[in-house]
């Protein structure tokens, strides 16, 4: 990058002429040269390289080994499948509002729960995408834990935290904003890092040649620099935090997720059909949200 | 007079091996306008980035206003840096904010961090940022974001930046070589002007003859990382300068610069 930037003064106009120019006259004489001449017609298939072959027969012995554990798509079952999916159609229409105001006010508590815990990951994930990005990292070994923390973060499932939580703090909402907290840490963390270290070098120099120490870099360049990604990917977190809080009441872990499982084992469907509008509705509403403002900030930035 | 740099046997090799700087010894007195020259990749740029450590010199000394660059501890790295300012041929400047904003980035050293958030920085601040805008002939575009500025503008916010730190030096890499003629001119005389009236030393490399006969008062020559050539402007000619550049101008001399 430096070499390129210091070397770029005055000759690299000349260099990318003479340079396009070849290319034009390359293509200009090959062009006619490969449609008269026939040197080798490339073959029709290629054969796969060793890599592929290995991938396709590791597969191949993964769907069998599923298949004798019952990992399979039966056509006869799923025509009785899509008969009895039917049934559940038929009582869940019409759905059935009566409790349709408890309903919303748990709806209601799983988003606050989402938003919470997305507010948060994300506060939590800026000094963590600091320590965690090559360019702003006060130590590589700071650097390492901080990814290695994100990384565990990340990998781990939202529904596997829930449970671990579920156990730390007890059944209820906060077990909920603590597994949302940390899936959005896992997701914010790094791609907060990546857009830090995205960042031009040059800025960071440009403060820290002025005798600006590191901690007033992050926030006269870093934190203005990286601002319009950071806030796109904490929308993009609310909306995958609102869509999970749904699924972690069905562990305990607060919110919706108790009254549609209660529902469904109950065989009340038109009330789960009440529940699963009212997710889409919501789960809808929150994604527009965030189209709406991620495009203000980025498209405000041009 | 004290020097304002000293530079003693300074050498820089790249990690690949490179020498970009072969044992540069050269004092500069205060207040002078010095020229960098020499051909692309002669180590202008490595030289002044080792004066400040931005990038590390392998062995030698530099001082800069008696206290040593080299061996400086991280703190005292910040406050030689605080009288320095570094002039970059791509600006450096944030590009999302304001242009008072970078320039209010000048006084993080000096007046303290609480200068890089907007809402925190006092008043007396505000006021000589507005000052070094005026200075440069941008106080009406204080409130711009920096990205719908012009080549030549940026330029001027990057030097009333450095303008905040209340250098007593500063250092500037090719501060024209990305602009067009007219821009270029100002701002070389801009540098000019402050240097004259502030005392400021200015050591700027220019990679363009012209412009370091027409603005400096001492020219250095560059070449593979050695000070090949060191007078004073009026005793200098235009064709000994070009001499520094190979005498078949039309090649690449840096290249073969190096291989020696
Ligand atoms: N990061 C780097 N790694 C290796 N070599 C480099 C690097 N940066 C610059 N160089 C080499 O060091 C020499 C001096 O570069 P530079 O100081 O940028 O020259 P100038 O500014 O005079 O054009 C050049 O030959 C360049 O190729
Ligand atoms: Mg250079």
Redesign the pocket.
Known sequence: M??KH??SDNTKPQDMKTEGMKTEETVDTSAPALRNADPQTPARFTRPSAFAFVVLVGAAALLIHGWTQGAVVNPAELVTGAGRLGDFLADAFPPDLDRVLPILQSLLVTFEMALLGTIVGVILSVPLAIAGARNTSPHRSLYYLSRGFITVCRTIPDLVWALIFVIAVGLGPQAGVLAIAVDVMGFCGRFFADSIEEMDNGVLEGVRATGAPEHSVIFGAVLPTCMPSFVATSMFALEQATRSSVVLGLVGAGGIGVELSVSMALLRYDEAMTIILAIFIVVLGVERLSAAMRQRILGGGS | MSAAVQLEDLKMR?R?G?Q?LDGVDLTVEPGQLLALT?S???????LLRCMVRLQEPTSGMVRIHEAEVTGASSRALRRIRQDVGFIFQNFNLVDRVSAFRNVTNGAIARHGSQCAVPALVPSRVRREAMDCLERVGLAHLADRRVDTLSGGQRQRVAIARSLMQRPRLILADEPVASLDPAAGTAVMELLRDISAERGITVIA?LHQVDFALDYSERIIG?RAGRVELDESNDRLSAERLHELYGPAPLTDSGTRG?RR
Do not use: I, P
């Open positions: 430096k070499t210091t070397k | 790249f690949n490179h970009a020499g692309n990749g002669a180590g202008k740029s490595t490399a560059l190096q």
